[in-house]
């Protein structure tokens, strides 16, 4: 899992969205309840309400979902059923005793024919594979999608609805609806070898898609990747249950070592006919994202160098091959890819951001590549595109001009005039899902302290339509727990350097007196553990568990050091090349800065983390080790040179050219400073970050003769979850706090 991203992929392991217990009343904290473990991990008493199986239809006034087997549509406004557009008994196939058991589905242009998954099987983060069934509304036939074996990844209906495409064993295939004859697109893919149609496990980890095909706009062509991964190292990970343990191999690039060679082509689906793009000579190079643009036969391909410091846009026609750079856009340090770039119709014009002025701002290009204007500009950034009218050439976007802190709605026209700002002013959070006609949009809003809240809004002006969830249950019973308050607060190091940080004292805290700490650390490139939303920009479970033990008389603190996102690039870009330093170093520093506080026991400050936290962990206990008591590192990468080629060349180059850069701050390299207590956690089966990271640093400590203590989990992934996996684990994490701190 990507590091960045892991605070949402722990969330999303849990039983629903994130909340925050809102402050306490009056009554003693005597009187109230006190968290347990198993209420975050088995009985999901604080579980969030929310608008379930929300998917948008062409009318932008409802939505549709899957209910009991049955595909059902909503009216949005009300959120009430309108019809059932695909009852469950018509997904029953002949000879079957029950309906089929459907996880998935997705509509054609037309919205006329379904296309459902069953058996889903994941693979990785991203990836995962199928039995698809296509479902006409019209005639009411179920037709498998496919009659070979083997179950299918990634089926998209053709725009014109009249073809699937999917990929079956690395192999690309189109499928006639009107024939069921089903064509190989491709024939060479071979596990651990070649893969069309899809991305390889760096790609869909680190640039954040597995689906490697698109259909053009108007249905003639299917844009498609192959990878030849022949070259690219092997990691091995044994699975553990048999007798004999069984081997999990798969191509894992480490950094400094070699990557797939990517290529793009495009394939005419009425000639049969593929012709390979042309993304340029150097083979050594990255194919971070593919777009059809508004005008026909033309592929907008984005090509990046190795170091990630070069961006560059083409334009390809899907007839000849032909390719030309319309668009460059360049960084002393990296550049990052994201799902901004829109064309417009017309095919004259193109939205994309860039952080070229310090700051994520939008930008407007010809299709030549010449800047017609800024759209935005300002000391703060853009966070995402959330929708697009055409017709009024109004672009909607989330970003954190209020506060970093914060994420709000706004609007501006294509001229970068009449910007608005739609969500409601006030503190907090807000995540949006807008119609694809801008009509309407979903508001999730939520701030440190408040249960979120789901409400249906107006896309032109931001007002409310209706509330949909507003978790009042669940507000009134926080208040029947012991809960502190979480308080967000700034401060100066002793180098000047001003870090966001939050704060949570036990309910019944009391100045006079003096207590524990324990930071809670991510600081990854880019990522915020400091943020007003529901889970003070955290997992909530972990939040939850922080407050299990603010009552038991620790304060939790987590600080966003340098590196840390939505400040501007001169922040976040500060560690490049030197990943580990300036982090540990502005952690150290709050844990100084909070030993100056009164309240607060100099001698007991620990830390935590998990993923780039676990990192920062290990390092922060033998690089810093005077200043921390006790530490859970939890997954960590101890030496860069074990972690993929993407995220870590784009961070500190590579090994071969910045080998400083990968060993001065590595844990192993640290580990005779080690003084405090250690639990070191990972799981066995972690194809992230691999359990050879903690192998080497508990290694090197058996060297330094240091003692630690291990907790491994078998067969588990970055993640650590499954049965009771999560409530072992911090079962044991709590048991390590309250015995060393």
Avoid: C
């Amino acid at each position: 899992m990507k590091f960045r991203s892991f605070t949402l992929a722990l969330w999303l392991a849990t039983a629903g969205p994130a909340l925050v217990p809102a402050l306490l009343t009056t009554a003693s904290a005597q009187q109230k309840q006190n968290i347990t473990l198993e209420d975050i991990w088995q009985k999901g008493t604080f579980a969030a309400k929310s608008v379930p199986g929300f998917n948008w239809m062409n009318d932008g006034r409802f939505y549709s979902s899957l209910d009991e087997g049955s595909l059902v549509q909503h009216d949005v406004t009300t959120g009430q059923p309108v019809q059932t557009l695909v009852a469950a008994t018509a997904l029953q196939l002949p000879g079957q005793p029950q309906p089929l058991p459907v996880d998935g589905y997705s509509f054609n242009a037309d919205e006329q024919q379904v296309l459902f998954s069953t058996a889903t099987e994941p693979i990785y983060r991203r990836s995962s594979k199928s039995t698809f069934y296509i479902y006409n509304r019209q005639s009411k036939q179920l037709t498998p999608l496919s009659q070979a074996p083997g179950k299918q990844l990634y089926a998209t209906f053709s725009p014109d609805g009249k073809r699937v495409a999917f990929v079956r064993d690395n192999n690309l295939f189109v499928t006639d609806l009107a024939t069921m004859r089903e064509t190989a697109v491709t024939t060479d893919g071979a596990l651990n070898r070649i893969i069309n149609g899809g991305t390889d496990w760096v790609y869909e980890e680190e640039f954040e898609f597995a689906q490697g095909f698109q259909w053009s706009p108007d249905s003639r062509y299917v844009a498609f990747y192959t990878f030849d991964e022949s070259q690219v190292p092997e990691y091995n990970m044994q699975e553990w249950g048999a007798l004999y343990p069984k081997d999990y191999r798969y191509k894992y690039p480490k950094a400094g070592e070699k990557n797939s060679v990517v290529s793009v082509s495009a394939y005419d689906v009425a000639a049969a006919k593929t012709t390979k793009l042309d993304v340029g000579p150097e083979q050594d190079q990255y194919i971070p994202r593919i777009l059809w643009t508004q005008t026909p036969d033309l592929l907008s391909i984005r090509r990046m160098n190795r170091l990630q410091n070069k961006l560059e846009i083409l334009h390809a026609n899907a007839k000849t091959g032909q390719s030309q750079v319309v668009l460059t856009d360049t960084d002393k340090a990296y550049v990052e890819v994201n799902d901004d770039l829109r064309y417009l119709q017309g095919g004259k014009e193109f939205l994309f951001s860039s952080e070229k002025d310090g700051y994520r701002h939008l930008y407007l290009y010809t299709m030549g590549g010449k800047l017609v204007r800024q759209l935005t500009k300002g000391p703060w950034e853009i966070t995402s595109i959330d929708g697009f009218d055409e017709k009024k050439g109004l672009v909607y976007y989330t970003s954190t001009e209020a506060s970093p802190l914060q994420r709000h709605l706004y609007r501006v026209d294509l001229k970068g005039k009449g910007k608005t700002r739609l969500s409601e002013a006030g503190p907090g959070t807000n995540v949006v899902n807008m119609s694809a006609d801008t009509r309407y949009y979903l508001n999730y809003r939520s701030d440190a302290g408040q249960p979120q809240v789901v409400s249906l809004r107006n896309g032109q002006d931001g007002k409310l339509v209706k509330t949909l969830e507003d978790n009042a249950k669940l507000r009134q019973k926080l208040t029947e727990y012991n809960l502190g308050k979480l308080e967000f607060i700034n401060f100066k190091t002793a180098e000047g350097v001003e870090l966001n940080a939050s704060v949570l004292k036990p309910a019944n805290f009391d100045a006079s007196k003096k207590y524990p700490v324990l930071m809670y650390v991510y600081g990854g490139p880019g990522s915020q553990t400091v943020k007003d939303d529901a889970g003070g920009g955290i997992a909530f479970t972990n939040y939850l568990w922080h407050q299990l033990l603010a009552e038991q008389g620790y304060i939790i603190v987590s600080v966003d050091n340098r590196g840390t996102g939505a400040r501007g690039a001169q922040f976040k870009k500060s560690t490049y090349a030197n990943l580990g330093k300036l982090e540990t170093d502005d952690q150290a520093a709050s844990a100084r800065y909070l030993a100056t506080l009164p309240y607060v026991d100099k001698a007991r400050i620990g830390i935590w983390g998990w993923s780039f936290g676990g990192y920062m962990t290990a390092l922060a206990l033998t690089k810093n080790a005077d200043v921390f008591k006790m530490g859970i590192s939890v997954a960590p990468v101890t030496n860069w040179r074990y972690y993929d080629t993407v995220y870590t060349e784009r961070f500190l180059k590579t090994p071969q050219e910045n080998p400083a850069g990968y060993d001065d701050n590595s844990p192993v390299q640290h580990a005779d400073k080690l003084k405090g207590k250690l639990l070191l956690v990972h799981g066995t089966g972690d194809d992230n970050v691999h359990f050879q990271n903690s192998v080497a640093f508990t290694d090197a400590m058996i060297k330094a003769n240091k003692d630690y203590q291990t907790l491994y989990y078998p067969n588990r992934n970055h993640g650590i979850y499954g049965g009771t996996t999560r409530l072992h684990l911090y079962r044991q994490m709590t048991d390590f706090v309250l015995k060393n701190l």
